[in-house]
């Protein structure tokens, strides 16, 4: 099943990442949606910088990385010291999400196997595979998805919800369920703006962006029955790590009994419980400018974690490609 | 007591609203912290005009339509009809904060008692009397906040908290307490960021500024131990209607057992409940800018409501200058 028409143009493979002579093209969603511009990396090295400065974001980074494994494959051949420093480069840009370290960490294993004759070009065809494989699980999870979406719902979104999600509505459109989503700005990024609000307007489903403190609101007064993310990493205990403001729209949703439904991959067996983890803090200026421009005054104090940990409790379900974990 | 050196400076009277050559100057909340500007009002209905456009906002409002009345006081005398006209005009640019409807309902009911000589300034001594009385009952709430906030806490709050929650900081201040105020910046307008914010900085409180999805994360991570608003309406059942995002802040620490205080002039006793009261909705083009510069593409659709209604299962309690309601 082809899945790129049910898809934004944002998230197509050819505008996520692509190697063109040589030089790997990442689609940069830090200009979306006013400018649609690749930013150019050269090597693993700089692929790895253009996903720490969110160049690309969300599932981004787990394509940009294998195609990144690949322009290293066609610069130094099977050469496995290079390949593994790229890997380890690549995995260490990302700290919270734990999928594409797995993810790498599996690709060296068949490069291992592999021979060296036209090794550049069977690991381009190794990374196709596996991207077909990702879309393959995307559909499974939107198949999913799309089941617990009622007709005349309204479905909340934070951050960038990814594949799963603009799958799962799209399959709920063919199958004639009508919907309402409400996607969160999700600031200081604006990824909501940014990239969602934009993706949903752009395959024309019915949608309001909302500004992150606007969800309760919805919530109780009836308007959203369902909330719905993507994840940063997820455990079999059915812990969830997402971008910032997940827990407060989770633990609102719980309040009201509404249900909250996190899309993962797979899970992390490295951790039972997310109780504790330390969470990723970035630079604090990005919460004292808005897309660049100062919103407070130059002596005020910042903070800004970026990833929030929401416990079980709140999470109704983990919709994975293999199961929904309740 | 003198209040004015423990508020910072965009809450001075002069600051707010004060009439100088027959011309009502109303300190612009809009460009703050940027630029200390004065918006100049030259009758009541510009004054009105001036509340609607979000010229002043919070506890700004009723000061300047007070000042209003005395400009309207000064154009015409004791002319009650011109009197009635302008307090109709000024009540009715706020729809939900209803103190200064029923603020101008008793200056008008005193001005109908007063003689005609040398009306207007009898109706200046009267305001300023009135402002007195406010700062009176600012502080008498603000003891209340101070013996609220325990050495040592972190001290959330939402859209500009006005008098009372400054007073409450300086108060623990003097009597040695230690604290944190977390300040969320409060989209769309940004009154956090604006003007909260730099007041905690300009009176040296340790702050940070948050955006406005991290307040769970703050509070589960026992950050943040107590919640503290202005209000724009309370009432006897301790239902609270503040800015949008106090309804998920304050479910977020009821769920993490965190008290969530609202300070409140006095309750509004044409509501029993607030179950089901509709709040006003703004322009949606201000959720789709920010400061004025678009945060998405031109064809995304938005929703703007602007106030929360808080029941009374997340209100710790409410804090008027007469009691405290449980």
């Not at 990144?68 to 890997?87: C, I, Y």
């Not at 990302?94 to 690991?123: P, V």
């Not at 603009?166 to 600031?187: D, N, P």
């Amino acid at each position: 099943m082809n899945i790129e028409k049910m898809l934004p143009s944002i998230l197509r493979h050819e505008n996520v990442a692509r190697i063109e002579d040589d030089v790997l093209l990442i689609g940069d969603r830090r200009k979306l949606p006013f400018r649609r511009e690749f930013y150019k990396a050269y090597d693993a090295s700089d692929a790895a910088c253009a996903i720490r400065m969110m160049v690309t974001q969300g599932g981004g980074p787990l394509e940009t990385a294998l195609q990144a494994m690949v322009l290293t494959a066609r610069k130094f051949g099977k050469n496995m010291d290079e390949l593994r420093k790229a890997g380890d480069m690549l995995a260490s840009a990302r700290k919270t999400n734990t999928t594409m370290k797995r993810e790498l960490a599996s690709l060296l294993d068949e490069f291992e196997t592999m021979g060296s004759r036209a090794f550049a070009d069977a690991a381009q065809e190794l990374v196709n595979s596996r991207l077909e494989e990702y879309d393959e699980k995307y559909l499974a999870m939107a198949e999913c998805g799309c089941r617990l979406i009622k007709d005349g719902d309204g479905i909340l979104t934070t951050c960038f919800p990814e594949h799963s999600f603009f799958l799962s509505l799209s399959l709920a459109r063919e199958a004639g369920k009508r919907f309402t989503v409400y996607a969160q700005e999700t600031r200081p990024y604006l990824q909501g703006a940014h990239l969602t609000a934009p993706s949903l307007a752009e395959l024309a489903f019915d949608h309001y962006l909302i500004t992150d403190n606007m969800a309760a609101f919805l919530i109780s007064s009836g308007k959203v029955n369902i909330y719905m993310t993507a994840s940063d990493l997820a455990t079999r205990r059915k812990w969830v790590i997402n971008k910032l403001g997940t827990l407060s729209s989770a633990i609102s949703c719980h309040a009201y009994g509404v249900p909250y439904y996190a899309f993962s991959m797979g899970f992390d067996d490295a951790y039972a419980t997310l109780s504790g983890k330390e969470v990723e803090f970035r630079d604090p200026q990005e919460v004292k400018e808005c897309q660049g421009i100062p919103v407070t005054g130059a002596d005020v104090m910042a903070l800004y974690p970026c990833f929030d940990v929401i416990p079980p409790e709140y999470v109704s379900a983990i919709v994975t490609p293999d199961e929904i974990l309740r």
